[in-house]
Structure formats: structure tokens, C-alpha cells
């Protein structure tokens, strides 16, 4: 589990793909490998990865071709930057919401813009993740805890002060790029009870 709260802005290292996956490497200058073992869970730009060989400053993590299928990591190249964040502890504070780190797919960013201090985005979601989606619940976009302005058909809106945008990848979206998307954990779930209930 994850809380959604970036601990570095880190970036792929090197990338190799083989039939049905590819293995990365990230790297990172302010992030504590020294903490991380082989085997521990990382979530990077929101999908929770086990770190299959770690070094001074960098993991290297298998990258599956489901999570390849249902996240933005088949367009990512060696040198791109990623959002990254060590698993939860039960001993600590939960500053986001909770974030499983299972992306439940790919989203498009709609429209960007000024207001105030902060930027606007609007996020256009996949049809079958729309119903999970409410105004004021939270959603994880490249692992960042996001809290939902509104949400009209298919597109919802985001408010994002300029400090997230500084410390994330987010301060690099334009429009037209694609991002991952986690809905709320408890809504699905929810949804999961209710369709067992009534079966």
C-alpha cells in the first residue's frame, strides 16, 4: 500500500524488453536506496514494482505485460522522469489516501490552465472507470493523491498547487498526454460487495 505522496522525482534508467515484458531501471538523487531491499515494493508513477536487484542509487523492477497493457509504462524510454514512493508502514501517517499501487488504466489530459496560483487540469477517464470516480472523492494520477473539483460525463477536474507540480511530474503535462490512473480502493471494492450481494 501506498499513500499517493511523492518521496523523490526520479527517472529510467535503462529499459529492456522481452517477450511479454521488459525490465527497468530507475534512478534518483534524493531517494534513500539504502532502505530498500530485493524484494520490497516501490511505486513508480503510481504502479507498485518489487525491486529485483538494488544499488547505490538505483532498483531494477520487472515490468509485467499486463502492467505494460494498463499503464503508460509501454511509452516510457530510457531518461524519462517517474514519480516514486517506498511502500507504506503500519507505523506511519497517512498525508494522502490509500493507493494500492494497481493502476486501473490510462487517462488523457483534456485541457490545462491557469487559476491563481494553481493549475487546472481537466482528465478525461475511460468509460468503465467513470462510475468510480465522485466530486470530492480522491483518485491517484502518476501516483500522486489527488483530490477530485467536479466530474461531468467522462472528464473530471483537478486542482494542482504550484508545490505538487514542482516536486512531481505533473509540472510536465501537457495536453494530450496520457497518464496513469488508480480510482478511489474503497469504491471498487464497494462495487465488488454489492455485485456478490446481489448474485
Given at each position: 500500500m501506498f499513500?499517493?505522496?511523492i518521496q523523490a522525482l526520479g527517472s529510467i534508467k535503462t529499459k529492456v524488453a522481452y517477450d511479454k515484458g521488459a525490465v527497468f531501471s530507475f534512478t534518483?538523487?534524493?531517494f534513500d536506496f539504502s532502505s530498500i531491499a530485493i524484494g520490497d515494493s516501490i511505486a513508480v508513477n503510481g504502479v507498485c514494482l518489487t525491486a529485483i536487484?538494488?544499488?547505490?542509487?538505483?532498483?531494477?523492477?520487472?515490468?509485467?505485460?499486463?502492467?505494460?497493457?494498463?499503464?503508460?509504462?509501454?511509452?516510457?524510454?530510457q531518461g524519462a522522469k517517474v514519480n516514486l514512493e517506498k511502500a507504506l508502514k503500519l507505523n506511519q501517517g497517512i498525508d494522502g489516501h490509500l493507493?494500492?499501487?494497481?493502476?486501473?488504466?490510462?487517462?488523457?489530459?483534456s485541457e490545462q490552465f491557469s487559476e491563481g496560483e494553481s493549475t487546472r487540469f481537466?482528465?478525461?477517464a475511460p468509460d468503465n472507470l467513470v462510475k468510480y470516480i465522485a466530486r470530492k472523492g480522491s483518485v491517484?494520477?502518476?501516483g500522486v493523491s489527488l483530490t477530485v473539483n467536479s466530474i461531468v460525463?467522462?472528464?473530471?477536474?483537478?486542482?494542482?498547487?504550484?508545490?505538487t507540480l514542482s516536486v512531481t511530474t505533473l509540472g510536465e503535462l501537457t495536453i494530450g498526454d496520457q497518464v496513469?490512473?488508480?480510482v478511489d480502493i474503497i469504491a471498487r471494492h464497494l462495487e465488488q460487495l454489492l455485485n456478490n450481494k446481489e448474485s
Open positions: 499513500t499517493g505522496i534518483a538523487t534524493d536487484e538494488v544499488g547505490s542509487d538505483f532498483f531494477k523492477a520487472d515490468v509485467s505485460q499486463e502492467t505494460l497493457d494498463c499503464s503508460i509504462f509501454s511509452q516510457l524510454e493507493v494500492s499501487g494497481h493502476v486501473d488504466g490510462i487517462a488523457r489530459v481537466k482528465i478525461n491517484c494520477i502518476n460525463g467522462n472528464t473530471f477536474d483537478l486542482n494542482i498547487v504550484p508545490h496513469n490512473l488508480e
